[in-house]
């Protein structure tokens, strides 16, 4: 007998993989965590039945959330992971030297330990073993709280806006990331699909108007998400993420990326019609 996982985007679309082996399964008090082998995807986390990372596709995400910023401010030493347990984030964060530290504040613990022993391409960062990682297990909103004007940028990793994640796209999360910021900080978050969520994109972008001055949407192409173009906030106090794109800075990387690039930084901000006028103030 044959094992699919299907994840539904609508009432009547959906995605589904073959899977070939459950590798854990088990609850936190949080949420569902579940991570599967597949022939296609190689190792994939879910968490409450949806899609989180797939090992052939998540350099995709985890570049996106973290280059585009880490190379429009001028001198990120400071980073803050909101969410992101499975580390691919903090890996991609870690290719900066500039960095001096980056701090995951991940409200599942289970999540972290169970990425650092079966998704270690991904967690390869957030095991202890480097000086520059701070992990910890905290309420992203309180950890917040606790360190404001602290951070030159803060990503937010997060799961869809259900469950643990809702209040991390509301209005007074995004006034507590202002706080955390510094006085020319800026901050990433994923914002779904435009072709699903559009009324949450409208709301989600609103919020984030009415605290920062600067706001742009950019999007990836991530295939095992829905419909597969994906899109992010690049909300900021000061710095445009084309006008102060640090473009030699980006060529002369001296990491390898297999998404990101230089031409393709500028090309993410240029959003078809539909998205445009979706999300338009």
Known sequence: MELWYTEKHS??????????????????????????????????MLLDDLVMVTERDEFIYHEMIVHPALFTHPDPKRVLVIGGGDGGSIREIMKHPGVEQAVLCEIDGLVIDKSIELLPSMACDINGSNPRVHVRVSDGLVYLREHQNAFDVILVDSTD????????????????????????????????????????????????????????????FIPTYPSGLWSFAFASKRYHPIRDFHREKAQKRGFSTRYYNEDLHLGAFMLPTFVKENIAE
């Open 11 to 44: 009432e009547h679309a959906g995605f589904t993989l073959k899977v070939s082996k459950t590798l854990f399964s088990g609850e936190s008090e949080f949420q569902k965590l579940e991570i599967v082998e597949t022939p296609e995807y190689g190792r994939m």
């Open 161 to 220: 806006p259900v469950g643990p994640a809702e209040g991390l796209f509301a209005k007074d999360f995004y006034r507590l990331v202002f706080g955390a910021l510094k006085e020319d900080g800026l901050m990433v978050a994923q914002t779904e699909s435009p072709f699903y969520h559009g009324e949450i994109q409208k709301h989600m972008y609103r919020n984030l108007r009415a605290v920062f001055p600067m706001v742009e949407m950019y999007q990836a």
